[in-house]
């Protein structure tokens, strides 16, 4: 039973190999795509969310002939970039006065002196940081601002994501009718990811959770539940999540775009 097993893995990885990589321009068009061959069966489009374009083409097919496909998709890519475009927006400003989001909603963030049991504030619509030493300007606050930010961020996240997830978590053994628990939950800042599950079903969440509305953590939150029941995502994982949350795939959707209006 290993032999056959072995050699789709080795299929596989070699399908994956890059060939050949080069920049191709459209002729008769602005348009300048990757073009990469590998040892994959179809031909393969994207647009990535800076705008770049990728064509992923298997070796039997010839230039013009990838040429031709990519002409008669172009209004496709156009409408691509164009969606990414709009959404795209800038990423939260670390200054004084700037705007960073918490639960969906803006909060200004000012900077407070560092005094002794001085704790970060959020009233009004206004995050106070405590982060300026005795005699230093608040434009000076720079370094020392990013950390008092890093650390309110992080002990927020423990607080709020820990609370809520216990919630969603007592509220997903109702609806399966089991009992299964996450072992640990670890909060930390995640530059690519929301969050995961391990096989142990230690669920690991990202810090970055709390700049989103609240619905959209319950999504996340969710979705890593559901991996305490199925690791993979497939059919079965997607019948959990429904289960639990009816207008999940709307939610994950709008995680999305959310993702592409605020870069982080
Ligand atoms: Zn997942």
Redesign the pocket.
Known sequence: MLTPLRRTFRKKKDARRIREEREVQLPGTELVFLFQRDGCRTLRLSVRPDGSVRVKAPARLSLEQVLAFVRSRLDWVRAKRDFFASHRGASAELCEGGTVLYLGRPFTLRCVPAVRNASPRLTGGVLELPCLRPGSEKTDAGRALERAFSRWRLETAKLVLGHRLARMEARARAAFHDDAAVSRLTVRSLKRRW???SVKGDITLAAELIALPLPLIDYVLC??L??LRAM??GPA?HALLKRLLPDAEARENDIRIWSLEHPR
């Open positions: 969050g995961s599950c979705h890593e559901c991996h993979n995502h994982f």
